[in-house]
């Protein structure tokens, strides 16, 4: 039933099964809340309630990250967007190399970027990759979508190259798109150089 309301868009359908189960004390795991947000993501990007929705799962993966030793502090400014909603049920202590949960801020990421909100877009990537979720080709194309809308020039070209050095991993591939949004990011700022010279990158990078 929850990906039904995903499909359809239906956020508010999705919100109120989770509510249900929390008062008959079921919990969810992380697919659970990826699906829902989904659903925000679907409806046009329901921002803060997708943010909420992602909040029981940062907040699970940030305590166990405090658990071990030597693990920096993450920005997580972004949950500050966090609408209220009803009561959520219980989580399933998902890990953090837990697939769910970066499914659940990819489609928090799309949210963002659809409503405007490109920095919380960025912030939540920035977390994911610092806590080891290991962002996919799909996650940095959002990322560098959200470079564009902002007009974050150095960022995207950072990002790019990540992706080019292999260092964002090894589900990650560099495409097209990802090039045009980095350009677009620099024309955005009237960094035309530094977008002629992504052009230029682009045969070399056999795309």
Not at 171 to 177: I, Y
Request: glycine share 8%.
């Amino acid at each position: 039933m929850m990906r039904a309301c995903a499909a359809a868009g239906q956020h508010e359908a999705a919100v109120q099964l989770l509510s249900a189960m929390a008062e008959r004390g079921v919990a969810a795991d992380s697919r659970s809340l990826a699906t829902a947000i989904s659903a925000c993501e679907r409806q046009g990007g329901c921002t803060r309630e997708a943010i909420a929705l992602l909040q029981p799962l940062v907040r699970a993966v940030e305590a166990e990250a405090e658990a071990e030793a030597e693990v920096e502090a993450v920005d997580t400014a972004f949950l500050a967007l966090a609408a209220t909603l009803g009561p959520l049920p219980a989580l399933l202590p998902p890990g953090s190399r837990d697939k769910g949960v970066l499914i659940a801020c990819t489609s928090a990421m799309n949210a963002c970027q659809k409503g405007g909100e490109w920095r919380a877009a960025l912030q939540i990537f920035t977390w994911a990759r610092a806590r080891g979720l290991q962002p996919d080709s799909f996650c940095y194309g959002i990322a560098l979508n959200a470079c564009r809308s902002g007009g974050a020039a150095q960022q995207a070209v950072e990002l790019l190259q990540a992706v080019l050095k292999g260092s964002g991993g090894q589900a990650v591939r560099v495409d097209g798109q990802m090039f045009v949004s980095a350009m677009w990011a620099c024309l955005r700022v009237d960094e035309w150089e530094r977008a002629l010279e992504l052009f230029e990158e682009i045969g070399r990078a056999h795309v």
